[in-house]
C-alpha cells in the first residue's frame, strides 16, 4: 500500500478501512441526526458473543488442520440411506462437476451483465425449457430456494390472480409437516390461511376434498408422488374441482416423476412446484433448488427471475435476464416476491444432469423409480410380520412399511447394522430405494429381517 493511499486513509476514514465511504464528519452527521453517541450503540450483540480481539484457536500448520479434520469426519456414522420424504440421491455423473465447478460457472452469482454472462444465460434458458417440456407449461423460472418455498410462493401468486374473494389455501394431510410450516410462515401477515384434507389410502379422494373446498378456497395444493411415494390417480378430477371453485391448482413433484407421469398440464394444473435438485446433486448439506412452473397467463406474477431470449445489435440469439419482479429491481408496491437468493448455480447442474440423461435416460431412471420399490417392498412382504407397502397402490422411489416391533426401535437396530429408514408412526417405517443405493438392497433385506424377528 503506497504511503499516499496510507495517508487519504488515515485522513478520511473513521473506520481505518480504504473502503468504508463516510467520513468520521460524515458519520456524526449521522448518529447526531438520530440520536446515538456511537455506531455501536446500534447493534444489540451480547456481550457473550461480542468479538473480544482474539479467536481462542492457536495456529496449526496446514498438515495439522487436515490430520484434525480427518480425525473428526471420521467419527461420522458410516449408513447406508434408504430416506426419502422429499431429499432423494440419485447417481451424479462425473460431468456435472468438472462443468460446473469450472471457474466461469462457480463464481458468477447473478448474470445481470448479459454481455459477459452468455454461457450461463444460455444455460439457465435450457434448465427453464427443460421444465416447460416437462411439466407441459408455458412459463419456468429459474431462481427459487426449494421446494417448500416454491409452494409459498404458489399461494401468494394464486391470491393475486384467482378471481375468488376467498383467503384459504387447502393441502393434502400427507404434506410433510416442515413443508406446512415454511407455507404457514410465508403467510403470515396476509388474510391467507392454511387448511388440510383427509386422504384415503395414501392419496387424494375427490369426495373428501370437494368436502372441502368452497368458494373461500384460493389453492388447493396436491404431491405427486406423495410424501408417502404413492402415485395419485385422480389429479384431473382435483382440477374439475379447483376449476369449478375458481382456486387454483398447484401441483408438486419432481423432473424425475415427470419423465414418467402425465403432465401436469394436462391434469389442469396451474402451477408446478417441486424440487429439481432431485438431479443434479446429493442429499447432502440442505441445498435445493426449487421447481416452479406456470400457465403463460402469470408469466408476469412469476416470483425470482426469468432468462430471456432475444438478439443482439447484430441480429444474433442472446440471451438476458427479464421480467425480474423482486423488490431489489422494481418498486415494492409492484413487486410479487423478496424472493433473492440466486440458485442458478444448481440450476446448472440440473440442467446438465438432465441434458446427459436425454429424453430416453429419464424416462429409464423414473421407470427404476417404479420397479425397485415394487421389488424391495414385495422382498420386504416376504418378511414374516412386514407388511409392505402398506398402502395398495402403485409407488415412486418409497413406500411405508408395517412392523410388529416399534417402528423407532426398528430404525435404531437398523442404524446399529449400517442403514439409516424413517420411523413415521408406530409401526411404520417408510423406505427409499434409488438408483444410488439399489446395490445394497439384500444386504438391507436380510437386516430387516433380522431386526423384526
Not at 70 to 88: H, I, M, P, V
Not at 360 to 380: H, I, N, W
Amino acid at each position: 500500500m503506497s504511503q499516499q493511499f496510507q495517508d487519504k486513509k488515515s485522513e478520511s476514514r473513521s473506520t481505518e478501512s480504504p473502503f468504508a465511504p463516510h467520513t468520521e464528519e460524515d458519520v456524526q452527521a449521522m448518529l447526531d441526526a438520530i440520536g446515538a453517541e456511537s455506531v455501536e450503540d446500534l447493534f444489540d450483540v451480547p456481550s457473550s458473543v461480542q468479538f473480544d480481539g482474539s479467536f481462542g484457536i492457536e495456529s496449526s500448520s496446514e498438515q495439522e488442520v487436515v490430520r484434525d479434520v480427518s480425525d473428526t469426519l471420521a467419527r461420522n456414522d458410516q449408513l447406508t440411506e434408504f430416506l426419502g420424504r422429499g431429499r432423494y440421491e440419485h447417481y451424479v455423473p462425473s460431468i456435472i462437476d468438472n462443468l460446473s465447478l469450472r471457474s466461469e460457472f462457480l463464481t458468477s452469482y447473478t448474470q445481470y451483465q448479459p454481455e459477459i454472462a452468455q454461457g450461463f444465460l444460455q444455460a439457465l434458458f435450457e434448465y427453464q425449457s427443460m421444465l416447460v417440456e416437462l411439466t407441459g407449461l408455458e412459463v419456468a423460472n429459474c431462481s427459487m430456494y426449494d421446494a417448500a418455498t416454491a409452494l409459498a410462493e404458489a399461494a401468494l401468486l394464486a391470491d393475486r390472480v384467482r378471481g375468488t374473494s376467498g383467503s384459504k389455501v387447502l393441502v393434502s394431510d400427507l404434506v410433510r409437516e416442515e413443508r406446512l410450516s415454511v407455507l404457514e410462515n410465508y403467510l403470515i401477515g396476509s388474510d391467507m390461511t392454511v387448511e388440510t384434507y383427509p386422504t384415503v389410502d395414501g392419496a387424494t379422494d375427490p369426495t373428501a376434498l370437494a368436502d372441502n373446498v368452497t368458494d373461500e378456497t384460493v389453492m388447493i395444493y396436491v404431491e405427486n408422488p406423495t410424501a408417502v411415494g404413492t402415485i395419485e390417480e385422480n389429479l384431473s378430477t382435483v382440477g374439475d374441482i379447483a376449476e369449478e371453485h375458481d382456486a387454483a391448482f398447484c401441483l408438486g413433484t419432481d423432473p424425475v416423476a415427470l419423465a414418467l407421469l402425465e403432465e401436469p398440464s394436462n391434469v389442469g394444473a396451474d402451477v408446478v412446484v417441486g424440487d429439481a435438485s432431485a438431479l443434479g446433486l446429493s442429499p447432502a448439506y440442505g441445498l435445493g433448488l426449487g421447481l416452479f412452473a406456470c400457465r403463460e397467463d402469470y408469466l408476469r406474477q412469476v416470483p425470482g427471475r426469468l432468462v430471456g431470449a432475444s438478439e443482439d445489435a447484430n441480429d444474433n440469439r442472446a440471451y438476458t435476464l427479464t421480467l425480474q419482479t423482486r423488490e431489489q429491481h422494481i418498486r415494492r408496491e409492484r413487486a410479487t416476491s423478496n424472493i433473492c437468493t440466486n440458485q442458478a448455480w444448481v440450476a446448472l447442474r440440473t440442467a446438465i444432469h438432465v441434458a446427459w440423461l436425454g429424453a430416453t435416460g429419464l424416462v429409464d431412471l423414473a421407470e427404476e423409480c417404479v420397479q425397485l420399490p415394487r421389488e424391495l417392498a414385495a422382498d420386504l412382504n416376504d418378511i414374516d410380520g412386514v407388511t409392505a407397502p402398506v398402502h395398495d397402490r402403485h409407488h415412486f422411489r418409497e413406500f411405508l412399511a408395517e412392523t410388529p416391533r416399534d417402528a423407532e426401535r426398528v430404525a435404531a437396530d437398523l442404524e446399529s447394522n449400517g442403514f439409516a429408514v424413517h420411523a413415521v408412526d408406530e409401526h411404520q417405517v417408510q423406505v427409499c430405494i434409488t438408483d444410488a443405493n439399489r446395490s445394497e438392497r439384500d444386504e438391507f433385506v436380510e437386516a430387516v429381517r433380522e431386526v423384526v424377528a
